[in-house]
């Protein structure tokens, strides 16, 4: 078992070639299930839909488990919002050959994972020169993304009857439509928990579409590296380096 646990920190932490392209490789595959959960999220669940469920969520357990066990404090992962974001994964496909499709708009939960992950960030950081640059734009929008996605789906699951022919086109309209507070008004959450959740949509929505655009246009940190110890992100108005506490001289546009 020690072994076995060896190769699976090499290959989730490590930092060689083929432990970081089995990373991207874990982002492919989280790629391709939010694909299929957004897909799926309306369709009456046969019996192969059911097991390719229960595969998929054997994987993200077998993902989740490896994680659990290596990690050095297992108390402080389980509780990140990321791994929340999988258990509530994990249990709703475990229980699909049981209820009904309304638990699947929490399947979309599972884009959390496409960011929010320390080594993730490190490798993208390293190997991409466009996330160096804009970090908390990308991290940012994606927080968005996955919002709408998981509130459209929401609303596709709960709301928008499943006669319709365009079922998810209208519920990603209407919760565009609501998160940017335009309200055309032709599709509509006539009931007391459409209305709430109308609500919802609007005072999350914004904040996060307000984060994003804080984070294009007046960002929180700036790029300058440090000359002692190459710590490339400061506070705008920092003076000395936080970590080495060398002197930074940070070129900023003035006051006039």
């Given at each position: ?107 979309i939960l599972r884009a959390l994972r496409l960011i929010h992950s320390y080594h993730l960030l490190r490798d993208l950081r390293r190997d991409v020169e466009f996330f160096r640059t804009h970090e908390d734009a990308v991290i940012a929008a994606i927080n968005l993304l ?111």
């Amino acid at each position: 078992m020690a072994k076995v646990k060896q190769t699976l920190k090499y290959l989730y932490i490590g930092r060689d070639p083929i432990s970081v392209w089995f990373r991207y490789g874990l982002i492919l595959f989280d790629l391709v299930t939010i694909v299929f959960f957004v897909a799926t999220a309306h369709v009456p669940h046969g019996p192969g839909l059911t097991v390719l469920s229960l595969f998929i969520g054997l994987l993200i357990l077998c993902d989740f488990s490896a994680r659990l066990w290596i990690s050095k404090d297992r108390w402080k992962l389980f509780f990140k919002v990321y791994t929340l974001a999988d258990l509530v994964v994990i249990i709703s496909l475990m229980l699909d050959p049981f209820v009904s499709g309304n638990l699947a708009f929490l399947r979309i939960l599972r884009a959390l994972r496409l960011i929010h992950s320390y080594h993730l960030l490190r490798d993208l950081r390293r190997d991409v020169e466009f996330f160096r640059t804009h970090e908390d734009a990308v991290i940012a929008a994606i927080n968005l993304l996955v919002f709408v996605f998981v509130t459209s789906t929401a609303v596709l699951v709960f709301f928008i009857p499943e006669d319709s022919q365009t079922a998810y086109i209208d519920a990603l309209y209407f919760t565009m439509a609501t998160l940017t507070t335009t309200g055309f008004g032709d599709i509509t959450l006539v009931t007391p928990g459409g209305k709430l959740f109308s609500v919802f949509i609007m005072v999350v929505g914004v904040a996060l579409f307000v984060r994003l655009a804080q984070a294009i246009f007046m960002p929180q940190k700036v790029r300058h590296k440090c000359p002692s110890c190459g710590l490339f992100r400061h506070d705008p108005d920092a003076v000395h380096c936080k970590h080495c506490g060398d002197v930074l001289k940070i070129e900023t546009g003035g006051v006039s």
